[in-house]
């Protein structure tokens, strides 16, 4: 079992930045992902990072200003959030998957945060 809280969400105008965290309990050691839903659309990709050589990988709308990463001491994954733009408004939400797994797909993530909203002003 996995537990996973999010926080960090908030409003900025568009070329802000947010950081936000995810703090894991249990079995941590694990793949995480950072997923998001806008209104009416589907849950999409945007970051994942596998626990033991710090593999990442991004969606292509958020290469270069997306960063992911974490502290494993911590228990936590971070995905610092920079040049936001109205596009990024979401609820973003904190995944793990199997520590062997290392890609996008969300039916490989088993374990879900409760979400956290970011929305981004023009």
């Known amino acids: 079992q996995v537990q996973l809280v999010e926080s960090g969400g908030g409003l900025v105008q568009a070329g802000g930045s947010l950081r936000l965290s995810c703090t894991a309990s249990?079995?941590?050691?694990?793949?995480y992902g950072w997923f998001r839903q806008a209104p009416g659309k589907e849950r999409e990709f945007v970051a994942a990072i596998t626990w033991s050589v710090s593999y990442t990988k991004y969606a292509d709308s958020v290469k270069g200003r997306f960063t992911i990463g974490r502290d494993n001491a911590k228990n936590t994954v971070y995905l610092q959030m920079n040049s936001l733009k109205p596009e990024d408004t979401g609820v973003y939400y904190c995944?793990?998957?199997?520590?062997?797994?290392?890609?996008?797909?969300?039916?490989?993530?088993?374990?879900w945060g409760q979400g956290t909203q970011v929305t981004v002003s023009s």
């Open positions: 249990g079995r941590t050691i694990r793949t």
């Open positions: 995944a793990a998957s199997p520590p062997s797994y290392s890609g996008s797909n969300s039916e490989a993530y088993d374990y």
